[in-house]
């Protein structure tokens, strides 16, 4: 990555997930943590697979759980997760090219609240059975601080904020929706406008192109970005930047791990490189060289190049390791 740039990058390598579940007996280790606390940016592989899933779901025994972790231990509120469909990718699309040609959408999920973390979370006995509760509990300050970034990007795009909410059933929903309308009168320059979830999910797939920045809660958003993943083609497109208060983030493709093709040189790399191109934005301030990155993206896939996943009939088919070299050679 840092070839060529003339950024001078020192990497560091730590196992977490599964592979340190093998290596050390737990998915995240402190002295992990600690050390991507200290680092200026995190690039996150991908952690999780049959082999550990029979762990209790809140335990430290579970590859995702060092996700969280990290999300939470670095206090990374906001995830950004852009879906911009590249023209020549238009006609990968499950929907119809022309309606997804120009799509070009953040998405600013909340990511260290909600139902992933909030308290009471557990499973019990009862006298009639087994259950179990989980918590959704947002505080003023953790909705604003999430809504200010998404207004303040909205302002560096094309100045339109959706809020996606629940606020006909949920509490948190209603308090979501006031503080966000709350935020949207010091942006006075930003179109804001309001859709509860179920209906967002249906708009996403009916006019994907009049959508800018779309600002949610954890558990909608990564929903929501799984299904927006398809208006690009397919998971292993896309990338994301999870981001605090500073500089720190990490970066990782928003597929997660597929353990069926890991090892087997199908999988699609251009998720994961274009979130080394976010890194370079946001962490270490190149919006140049991310750029670069993008563009030598866009060509590759121009020159008619495609992964497994997102080939069309009569396209040639290429591997994990020849496209990242593709992509390698563009950028040269
Ligand atoms: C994501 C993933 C994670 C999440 C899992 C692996 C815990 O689905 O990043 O979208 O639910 O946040
Ligand atoms: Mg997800």
Redesign the pocket.
Known sequence: MAAGSGIAVTFTEELVGGASVDAYGIALRPQTLKLCKAADAILFGAVGGPKWDDAAPQSELRPGSALLGLRKGLGLFANLRPVRVDAAMASTSVLRPERVRGVDLMVVRELTGGLYFSKPKRRYDTPRGRAAVDTMRYSEPEIERVAVRAFELAQRRRRQVCSVDKANVLETSRLWRTVVSGIAVRYPDVACTHLLVDAFAMELLRRPQAFDVIVTENLFG??L??EASMLAGALGMLPSASLGEGRLGLYEP?H?SAPDIAGKDVANPIGAILSAAMLLRWSLNRDDAAQTIERAVSETLGAGLRTADIASDGQTVVGTRAMTEAVLKALA
Do not use: M
């Open positions: 990564d929903i970005t799984d928003v997660g």
